[in-house]
């Protein structure tokens, strides 16, 4: 890849970091021009703008376009779209049928000889690990010397100090029987490619067309092309998006899951005309956030997103809480799951079992979370007793049998009976279920709750720090209209403050809005997502991929370092190029264009002396080929901000 020190000129990058470091101006009461109103929706409401978008909110008004946009089932969805999703077969699977289909990757069981384990019973096992070398005797002296050389085989080296050396010896055959067994299962179940594939066939395999590949691979038999793709190295499918998804199905079949998610956000940030819906959908999911990476959270977002935050963006904000509470998804990832109260009417466990069983307790996570996180704020108002009486308040709420079905599951046994005060208001003894149901809906209604949202909201779409009277506006609608998101969102972009000077351009784009945005400025067609989803990962935003449950953050200082600049400006050199492999570009539009035409058709309107002046600086009176002005339009600050 060309860097940028060979296409872009050092000034330009310093107007880019000054440009990044400055801040909306306040200046909330100057209404936009009609021009410069059609280009902020477009950049708020959407993923960014496409060849086309600006013409279609003249002709139909901003307002009206806003109000399509709010009410998504009005807009014809993109055929485009359809086509692309259609081969993600697992976001339209159910959570158990992931769960049955999709479980992790074993290419085979080698048989094993028992564990010592099941040989001697866990208070022998311990005493082994632990007892003299005298006792270890006595123990080990009447088992039938094939169960010896089992138990020895199994237990670490010091274990085996002191004893006959016979039985060491005993041990010693019998690890490295066990080995060679395993050895030769594996490769029985893993044959190297050599082993499956003539030279020639090698050759095709790795380094050969996407036509030879093909054709190797259809001619083999179902089990045999399965074994082949299961250990032919991932970059000789790199060109070949759905051989790539059948051999991760063969070799990581929950990461395909995994990966069919993020297809799914991606293929439609770019495509969907309902893009108010998609960019609500990543707000949501940034909000609600759960980490990809840990344990079965991989399988369970596709329904989490799908089924708990989706139905609701534009509905009661109570309701998409309560579904992200009941959610697996949601109680694996804050550890509510296994949160369950300690039993004061059980007889103490006997004496030698002290140690040895996890006692059960509450875990204050979910409850912290769901009220500093989700709901009030970290300033809203809540004690470190309220967070207590909520976590006992969601005791039992929990997984019905995790790894098979992963569904919601009350179970009684582990809830805390007793009676709980959440913010002043009592919840009786004895309530079940309903006392986390009456937690929702006390945290649904509360002031606090209504402020924080309606903040946060404007934050995503007005300013970084939106004026309090915009804020007080949403939570008063908040407020009245029992949480209706919808009605809250159609206060802010009714609002004069939404389309004013102090919003204008005062955001600076994430990773995500940057690598998107670029790809629809272009109206380019996007094949395969894979190398788009590293992009955005290597600019610091891996989807699904924030291991706080914070979120990403909401506001630019994040992406405002010279690190994140210099990311940005080194992928609009690569896409501008045709190096980012699955996304194809016609640039042939811009040929023969000055700068000025080039800059305006990316940016939506005329650029600014600035601008232009910025672009001067950067092609340094060289040869202006239409690769190079779109790069440095694309790593300008009024291409980077939104």
């Given at each position: 890849?060309?860097?940028?020190?060979?296409?872009?000129?050092?000034?330009?990058?310093?107007?880019?970091?000054?440009?990044?470091?400055?801040?909306?101006?306040?200046?909330?009461?100057?209404?936009?021009?009609?021009?410069?109103?059609?280009?902020?929706?477009?950049?708020?409401?959407?993923?960014?703008?496409?060849?086309?978008?600006?013409?279609?909110?003249?002709?139909?008004?901003?307002?009206?376009?806003?109000?399509?946009?709010?009410?998504?089932?009005?807009?014809?969805?993109?055929?485009?779209?359809?086509?692309?999703?259609?081969?993600?077969?697992?976001?339209?699977?159910?959570?158990?049928?992931?769960?049955?289909?999709?479980?992790?990757?074993?290419?085979?069981?080698?048989?094993?000889?028992?564990?010592?384990?099941?040989?001697?019973?866990?208070?022998?096992?311990?005493?082994?690990?632990?007892?003299?070398?005298?006792?270890?005797?006595?123990?080990?002296?009447?088992?039938?010397?094939?169960?010896?050389?089992?138990?020895?085989?199994?237990?670490?080296?010091?274990?085996?100090?002191?004893?006959?050396?016979?039985?060491?010896?005993?041990?010693?055959?019998?690890?490295?029987?066990?080995?060679?067994?395993?050895?030769?299962?594996?490769?029985?179940?893993?044959?190297?490619?050599?082993?499956?594939?003539?030279?020639?066939?090698?050759?095709?395999?790795?380094?050969?067309?996407?036509?030879?590949?093909?054709?190797?691979?259809?001619?083999?038999?179902?089990?045999?092309?399965?074994?082949?793709?299961?250990?032919?190295?991932?970059?000789?499918?790199?060109?070949?998006?759905?051989?790539?998804?059948?051999?991760?199905?063969?070799?990581?079949?929950?990461?395909?899951?995994?990966?069919?998610?993020?297809?799914?956000?991606?293929?439609?940030?770019?495509?969907?005309?309902?893009?108010?819906?998609?960019?609500?959908?990543?707000?949501?999911?940034?909000?609600?956030?759960?980490?990809?990476?840990?344990?079965?959270?991989?399988?369970?977002?596709?329904?989490?997103?799908?089924?708990?935050?989706?139905?609701?963006?534009?509905?009661?904000?109570?309701?998409?809480?309560?579904?992200?509470?009941?959610?697996?998804?949601?109680?694996?990832?804050?550890?509510?799951?296994q949160s369950q109260a300690p039993r004061d009417d059980l007889p103490p466990p006997p004496a030698a079992a002290v140690g040895a069983l996890r006692r059960p307790g509450i875990n204050e996570n979910y409850g912290r979370e769901l009220m500093e996180l989700h709901t009030m704020g970290v300033d809203g108002?809540?004690?470190?007793?309220?967070?207590?009486?909520?976590?006992?308040?969601?005791?039992?709420?929990?997984?019905?049998?995790?790894?098979?079905?992963?569904?919601?599951?009350?179970?009684?046994?582990?809830?805390?009976?007793?009676?709980?005060v959440v913010l002043g208001h009592r919840i009786p003894a004895g309530g079940g279920e309903g006392d986390g149901l009456e937690v929702i809906d006390i945290l649904a209604h509360h002031p606090s709750t209504a402020k924080f949202i309606s903040k946060k909201l404007a934050q995503r779409f007005v300013a970084?720090?939106?004026?309090?009277?915009?804020?007080?506006?949403?939570?008063?609608?908040?407020?009245?209209?029992?949480?209706?998101?919808?009605?809250?969102?159609?206060?802010?972009?009714?609002?004069?403050?939404?389309?004013?000077?102090?919003?204008?351009?005062?955001?600076?784009?994430?990773?995500?809005?940057?690598?998107?945005?670029?790809?629809?400025?272009?109206?380019?067609?996007?094949?395969?997502?894979?190398?788009?989803?590293?992009?955005?990962?290597?600019?610091?935003?891996?989807?699904?991929?924030?291991?706080?449950?914070?979120?990403?953050?909401?506001?630019?200082?994040?992406?405002?370092?010279?690190?994140?600049?210099?990311?940005?400006?080194?992928?609009?050199?690569?896409?501008?190029?045709?190096?980012?492999?699955?996304?194809?570009?016609?640039?042939?539009?811009?040929?023969?264009?000055?700068?000025?035409?080039?800059?305006?058709?990316?940016?939506?309107?005329?650029?600014?002396?600035?601008?232009?002046?910025?672009?001067?600086?950067?092609?340094?009176?060289?040869?202006?080929?239409?690769?190079?002005?779109?790069?440095?339009?694309?790593?300008?600050?009024?291409?980077?901000?939104?």
């Amino acid at each position: 890849m060309k860097r940028l020190g060979c296409l872009l000129s050092v000034p330009l990058l310093l107007v880019v970091a000054v440009a990044f470091a400055g801040n909306a101006t306040g200046r909330f009461d100057q209404k936009l021009s009609a021009d410069k109103q059609i280009v902020h929706v477009l950049n708020r409401l959407t993923f960014g703008p496409r060849p086309g978008d600006a013409e279609q909110v003249r002709r139909l008004g901003v307002q009206k376009w806003i109000d399509l946009q709010l009410h998504p089932e009005r807009v014809q969805e993109n055929p485009v779209l359809e086509s692309k999703l259609r081969p993600l077969e697992t976001l339209k699977l159910a959570m158990w049928q992931i769960q049955e289909k999709y479980s992790p990757a074993t290419p085979g069981r080698v048989i094993r000889p028992p564990a010592a384990q099941s040989i001697l019973t866990p208070q022998q096992f311990g005493r082994l690990m632990n007892c003299s070398v005298e006792d270890r005797r006595t123990l080990l002296t009447p088992l039938r010397p094939e169960d010896r050389r089992v138990v020895l085989a199994n237990v670490p080296p010091q274990v085996l100090e002191g004893l006959p050396e016979d039985w060491v010896q005993e041990a010693a055959k019998a690890r490295q029987a066990e080995q060679e067994a395993r050895q030769k299962e594996f490769r029985r179940l893993m044959p190297p490619l050599t082993d499956l594939l003539s030279p020639e066939e090698v050759r095709a395999a790795q380094r050969g067309t996407r036509e030879e590949k093909m054709a190797l691979l259809n001619s083999l038999d179902p089990e045999k092309r399965r074994q082949v793709l299961r250990v032919l190295p991932s970059e000789a499918l790199s060109d070949l998006p759905d051989l790539r998804r059948e051999a991760m199905a063969v070799r990581q079949p929950q990461e395909l899951v995994n990966s069919d998610l993020i297809e799914n956000k991606l293929y439609r940030a770019i495509y969907s005309n309902r893009q108010l819906e998609e960019v609500l959908a990543d707000f949501w999911m940034n909000h609600f956030n759960v980490f990809n990476g840990k344990g079965q959270d991989r399988v369970l977002l596709t329904s989490f997103e799908r089924d708990a935050i989706r139905p609701h963006v534009f509905g009661h904000f109570k309701d998409m809480l309560l579904a992200t509470a009941r959610h697996p998804a949601m109680l694996f990832y804050l550890d509510n799951w296994q949160s369950q109260a300690p039993r004061d009417d059980l007889p103490p466990p006997p004496a030698a079992a002290v140690g040895a069983l996890r006692r059960p307790g509450i875990n204050e996570n979910y409850g912290r979370e769901l009220m500093e996180l989700h709901t009030m704020g970290v300033d809203g108002g809540y004690t470190q007793a309220d967070v207590i009486a909520v976590a006992r308040a969601f005791t039992g709420w929990t997984i019905f049998d995790l790894n098979k079905y992963a569904e919601f599951w009350f179970n009684p046994g582990m809830h805390d009976r007793k009676e709980k005060v959440v913010l002043g208001h009592r919840i009786p003894a004895g309530g079940g279920e309903g006392d986390g149901l009456e937690v929702i809906d006390i945290l649904a209604h509360h002031p606090s709750t209504a402020k924080f949202i309606s903040k946060k909201l404007a934050q995503r779409f007005v300013a970084d720090d939106p004026p309090q009277r915009l804020v007080d506006r949403m939570t008063e609608t908040f407020t009245n209209t029992d949480g209706d998101l919808r009605a809250v969102l159609q206060t802010m972009f009714g609002s004069p403050e939404f389309l004013s000077e102090g919003a204008w351009r005062s955001k600076l784009k994430s990773p995500l809005e940057v690598v998107v945005g670029a790809v629809r400025a272009l109206n380019a067609d996007v094949t395969d997502t894979s190398v788009l989803a590293q992009e955005i990962a290597s600019l610091g935003q891996p989807l699904y991929g924030k291991v706080e449950p914070t979120g990403y953050p909401n506001t630019g200082e994040l992406w405002a370092n010279t690190a994140g600049i210099l990311g940005r400006v080194n992928f609009a050199t690569a896409l501008t190029s045709g190096q980012v492999a699955g996304v194809r570009a016609d640039l042939s539009r811009f040929n023969f264009k000055p700068p000025s035409a080039v800059a305006g058709e990316l940016l939506g309107m005329a650029p600014s002396s600035a601008m232009l002046a910025a672009i001067e600086k950067g092609i340094q009176r060289q040869e202006a080929t239409p690769s190079m002005l779109v790069t440095v339009v694309m790593s300008s600050p009024d291409f980077q901000r939104r």
